[in-house]
């Protein structure tokens, strides 16, 4: 690929990420309320009971994959979203862009 062709490859991914990303964040929903009123996973003997069958590891595992699944789900998809697509276009970029060739120029190696 030439540089040309990645730039605008890179362009392209940007656009259409972002603009995605954009869509999300004005088409997400609120997120729902709890009918109960609570967190059950915020109470003590919730925590315990984690803690006492699988330690504190666990407990890590849990928060973890409730961040995850938040990430996921409503607006902050759209960040996530367009995280990635900048994340993506960067390593497109770096990776796709040719490198010129070794030895200084038009005469050759010295």
């Known amino acids: 690929m030439t540089k040309q062709e990645v ?3 890179v362009k392209a991914i940007l656009a259409t990420g972002f603009a995605g990303a954009v869509l999300i964040w ?3 929903p609120d997120p729902a309320a709890n009918p109960l009123g609570y ?3 915020d109470s003590k003997a919730y925590l315990r009971n984690m803690e006492m069958f699988g330690g504190k590891a666990n407990l890590l595992s ?4 409730e961040w995850l699944t938040g990430m996921f789900q409503g607006r902050s998809l759209a960040f996530t979203v ?3 697509t900048a ?3 960067l390593g497109i970029w770096l990776f796709a862009t040719p490198v ?3 030895g200084g120029g038009k005469d050759g190696p010295r």
């Not at 849990?62 to 994959?65: L, V």
């Open 7 to 9: 730039n605008t490859a």
């Open 26 to 28: 004005f088409t997400a």
């Open 39 to 41: 967190e059950f996973r």
């Open 62 to 65: 849990a928060e973890f994959r």
């Open 82 to 84: 367009a995280f990635l």
């Open 87 to 89: 994340l993506l276009a």
């Open 100 to 102: 010129p060739p070794a």
